[in-house]
């Protein structure tokens, strides 16, 4: 899976929303942008994933680059229960791909203040 | 709760000693993966089962480490002669099979293996 980029930590206050950059310029046609996030003392959940077109679902949006080079993860109104590492993933969806395991990074630490 | 459960969800080990660790997925779920996650980095993966079949290893799964699904539901990781190196989460994850659109994971709460 190719690689993305996002920043270490991000801060921002409750009922705000938050917007949470990733950068991957390397992607290629087949590969679908996927975000998960995990809460402290958990595994990781999905939250978002998205080809070309924006997606909305009830957790977050995912605004896409025209260039599919960059995408944002949006949290409209975001709570302390937001507090998490967000993790940017992509992930091959071409023929044979799909079967292996996420290649995550580092992530972005979210933090919120009340 | 992703409907994916662990067991134990802590274990401590001395150096040396084998565990061994349980992961449910959701049942109809033929996709099996586990996963290594230390203090400060996001989750590694390990290895990945399609029903019973292993299909993938990755370097990071030593000689020490053996994992089975024996009749494709639940799974086990073993660790011998523990190190203390291996402390660790260790995640397990469940996904549909291909086909039945993308394949999210479902992660379970993970064990903490602390090696003393």
């Known amino acids: 899976d190719a690689k993305t980029t996002q920043p270490n930590s991000m801060e921002s206050n409750e009922e705000e929303p938050v917007h949470l950059p990733c950068n991957h310029s390397t992607i290629s046609g087949t590969d679908y942008i996927h975000w998960y996030r995990q809460l402290p003392s958990q595994g990781p959940e999905y939250v978002i994933h998205?080809?070309?077109s924006n997606v909305n679902n009830r957790m977050a949006s995912l605004a896409i680059a025209e260039d599919r080079k960059s995408s944002t993860l949006i949290l409209h109104r975001a709570t302390l229960r937001d507090a998490a590492v967000y993790y940017c993933i992509l992930r091959d969806h071409g023929s044979g791909g799909g079967a292996d395991g996420l290649t995550f990074g580092k992530g972005t630490h979210l933090i919120i203040q009340p | 709760d992703t409907g994916v459960s662990q067991d134990p969800r802590h274990k401590i080990t001395k150096r040396g000693q084998n565990v061994t660790f349980r992961c449910d997925p959701i049942?109809?779920?033929?996709?099996l993966y586990w996963y290594r996650q230390t203090l400060g980095q996001g989750p590694e993966f390990l290895t990945y089962?399609?029903?019973?079949?292993?299909?993938?290893k990755s370097r990071l799964l030593s000689d020490r480490f053996s994992a089975e699904r024996p009749k494709g539901s639940f799974s086990t990781l073993e660790i011998q002669r523990t190190e203390q190196g291996d402390s660790a989460m260790y995640l397990c994850?469940?996904?549909?099979?291909?086909?039945?659109?993308?394949?999210?994971?479902?992660f379970g709460p993970g064990t903490r293996l602390t090696v003393l």
């Open positions: 998205g080809l070309t």
């Open positions: 089962f399609q029903n019973e079949a292993q299909l993938e």
């Open positions: 049942s109809e779920h033929n996709r």
């Open positions: 994850a469940s996904s549909k099979p291909r086909g039945q659109g993308i394949d999210t994971q479902y």
